[in-house]
C-alpha cells in the first residue's frame, strides 16, 4: 500500500464513450502527476499538478483533461479517444519539491475499442 | 529532448551472477531515481542519487550517479530471483511553479533464473 489509490484498477471503452479516472493521496501531499505507460514506450509524463495548479502540460490531446480539485484528489477526463490510447495510466504524488521521491498508485488499465 | 536511454532493455541470468544496468543521457539532471516495478503495480522507489560521483548501496544493489550527473548505472551482486522485475531510472528536472518533473527510461526487465 503506497497511499496513493487509483480507480477503477481496469476500463473499457468506446472510442465514443467519456470517462473519468480518479486518483487519491492519503500522504499529506502537494504535487500529482498523471504519467502514461504504453508496452513500447517509456513511462510519459502528462501533467503535474502542485498546490492543485498545473505547473506542466507535456503537450497531451486535449482528448485528456485532468482536474485537480485539491491536493488530495485528481481525476484525468477522457473522451473520443482512440485504441493507441490504450495504456496504463499511473497517478503519483509527492511532497512537492525538487528530488523528491514519487507514490505511485497502482494504476488504471485502460482498453480503448 | 530530454531522453534518458537504459540498456540493456532485457536481461535474463542464473541466481548468483553480477549484473549491471546502464542509464545514459545528455542532459544533466538534478538527481536521478531508480524505481522497482512489479506486474500489477506502480513503480517503487529504490534510492535517490543528487551528487556528481555519488555511490549508494542498498544490500546487495550498488547505484552510482555519473560525475557530470548525465548517467546513471545499478550493479546487483549475487543476484536473487526475488530481483526478478522491471528496473526504471528515471531524471528529475525542477518544473516552474514547484514540483518536478521526472524522465523515465525504456526500463530494463530482468529475469533471475534459480
Known amino acids: 500500500e503506497t497511499g496513493v489509490t487509483q480507480t477503477p484498477r481496469h476500463l473499457v471503452m468506446g472510442m465514443t464513450n467519456k470517462k473519468s479516472l480518479k486518483c487519491e493521496q492519503h500522504?499529506?501531499?502537494?504535487?500529482m502527476y498523471w504519467y502514461k505507460q504504453s508496452a513500447k514506450k517509456p513511462l510519459e509524463l502528462m501533467f503535474v499538478?502542485?498546490?492543485?495548479?498545473?505547473?506542466e502540460n507535456n503537450s497531451v490531446p486535449s482528448r485528456f483533461s485532468p482536474e485537480c480539485p485539491n491536493s488530495s484528489h485528481l481525476f484525468l477526463h477522457l473522451h473520443t479517444l482512440q485504441p493507441e490510447d490504450s495504456a496504463l495510466y499511473l497517478c503519483?504524488?509527492?511532497?512537492?519539491?525538487?528530488?523528491?521521491?514519487?507514490?505511485f498508485g497502482s494504476g488504471t488499465q485502460l482498453s480503448v475499442l | 529532448t530530454q531522453l534518458l536511454e537504459q540498456s540493456p532493455q532485457f536481461l535474463s541470468i542464473q541466481e548468483g551472477e553480477n549484473l549491471t544496468v546502464y542509464c545514459n543521457s545528455s542532459?544533466?539532471?538534478?538527481?536521478l531515481q531508480w524505481y522497482r516495478q512489479e506486474p500489477g503495480e506502480g513503480p517503487v522507489l529504490l534510492v535517490t542519487?543528487?551528487?556528481?560521483?555519488e555511490v549508494k548501496k542498498l544490500k546487495r544493489l550498488t547505484f552510482q550517479f555519473g560525475d557530470a550527473r548525465k548517467d546513471s548505472s545499478l550493479h546487483i551482486t549475487a543476484a536473487q530471483t526475488g530481483d526478478t522485475g522491471l528496473y526504471l531510472c528515471?531524471?528529475?528536472?525542477?518544473?516552474?511553479?514547484?514540483?518536478?518533473?521526472?524522465?523515465f527510461g525504456q526500463g530494463t526487465r530482468l529475469t533471475i533464473n534459480p
Open positions: 503519483a504524488s509527492s511532497r512537492g519539491r525538487y528530488n523528491e521521491k514519487l507514490f
Open positions: 500522504l499529506g501531499h502537494n504535487a
Open positions: 499538478y502542485n498546490f492543485k495548479e498545473q505547473t
Open positions: 542532459s544533466v539532471f538534478s538527481s
Open positions: 542519487v543528487v551528487t556528481g560521483g
Open positions: 528515471a531524471g528529475a528536472f525542477p518544473v516552474v511553479g514547484g514540483a518536478q518533473k521526472l524522465v
